[in-house]
């Protein structure tokens, strides 16, 4: 069975990835990292551990990762941030807090450790800024050629980015962290706004996690609306939101899912263009493809997916 590892910032979305991840017997969720992004490290860390016990998993070890983007000496959530996800990154609702304290190794440490417990049969999420990996990658090179897979949410290589139109918000919390992730030559696929933006979800979907009767599916309902509703403004074209992170989950359970561009990707760090996701034209030709970019995505099939794991895993938490 693969394992797999999300780094979290944890917000709305990252939320429905965890409960992906946990519905998915196809694989084993050994770890959680935290960043920062929708929310602090801090806040991300805690909303880990509590979404966990939320959805019945509650001894899923949770590692605290680094606070900033790897150029900064501090992070600040931006009010768009706070209005798409709550001040609290889980739509405001009360989530009870775990009483479970996280791990006392951090993120970086487990990375390393766990690509070299599990090699090739590892698959790792991260779903917010790559400053993680990128320090893990730096802290030991060879990880690159050991892991199995890293599956990533973020950047945009064929439609518009959603914080500038050339920037996705992932890859613009940290663009030098990316920039050193992708060049590295570690096997990834970037599951990017080109994708994400066609799995919309609605009102109509969580009101059958509510019908439940059950206090995980209530919650999950109720924190996933104030995202349906926060679309309303932001995005009213779409009529639903974006199911970014879960994309990304549901890619690593089934890269089926997809249909990728197999290409060697950057990501600009200076200029007007900073945080741009684009082919690398140094290695344009080079048959050595180390990155695949999703430009399909089975919209049917994902969200059929989506919707029974989901469904069946709330109906089943007391």
């Known amino acids: 069975m693969k394992k797999l590892v999300l780094d979290l910032d944890v917000g709305i979305d990252d939320t429905l990835a965890v409960a992906y991840a946990l519905a998915s017997p196809e694989v084993e969720l050994v770890g959680i990292t935290t960043t920062y992004g929708n929310v602090t490290t801090e806040q991300s860390t805690a909303n880990a551990l509590a979404v966990?016990?939320?959805?019945?998993?509650?001894d899923v070890p949770v590692y605290p990762?680094?606070?900033?983007?790897?150029?900064?000496?501090d992070f600040t959530v931006q009010p768009v941030s706070a209005f798409i996800h709550g001040k609290n990154g889980v739509g405001e609702v009360d989530?009870?807090?775990?009483?479970?304290a996280p791990q006392g190794q951090g993120a970086?440490?487990?990375?390393v450790e766990a690509v070299h417990r599990w090699g090739k049969d590892l698959i790792y999420v991260p779903t917010g800024p790559l400053t993680n990996l990128d320090a893990a990658i730096a802290q030991d090179p060879s990880i690159v050629d050991e892991v199995g897979a890293v599956v990533l949410m973020g950047g945009?290589?064929?439609?518009?980015?959603n914080v500038a139109p050339w920037s996705e918000a992932n890859i613009s919390q940290d663009p030098d962290a990316a920039d050193r992730v992708f060049r590295s030559g570690i096997p990834a696929t970037m599951i990017g706004l080109d994708v994400t933006l066609q799995t919309l979800l609605t009102y109509r979907e969580t009101a059958?996690?509510?019908?439940?009767g059950t206090e995980a599916g209530k919650r999950l309902a109720d924190i996933t609306d104030y995202y349906i509703k926060a679309y309303e403004t932001t995005a009213p074209h779409l009529h639903g939101c974006g199911l970014h992170d879960p994309l990304a989950c549901a890619v690593a359970?089934?890269?089926?899912?997809?249909?990728?561009?197999?290409?060697?990707?950057?990501?600009?760090?200076?200029?007007?263009t900073r945080g741009r996701t684009i082919g690398n034209p140094e290695l344009l030709n080079d048959p050595n493809k180390t990155m695949e970019v999703a430009v399909r995505v089975d919209v049917p099939r994902f969200l059929d997916e989506f919707m029974g794991r989901i469904t069946r895993l709330v109906?089943?938490?007391q």
């Open 65 to 73: 990762g680094l606070p900033c983007a790897s150029f900064a000496e």
């Open 253 to 272: 359970v089934d890269p089926s899912l997809v249909e990728c561009l197999p290409i060697n990707m950057m990501v600009d760090v200076e200029g007007p």
């Open 156 to 161: 945009a290589l064929t439609v518009p980015g």
């Open 95 to 100: 989530v009870p807090a775990s009483d479970r």
């Open 52 to 58: 966990c016990a939320l959805l019945g998993a509650p």
């Open 108 to 111: 970086v440490d487990f990375i």
């Open 208 to 212: 059958l996690w509510r019908e439940t």
């Open 315 to 317: 109906s089943s938490c």
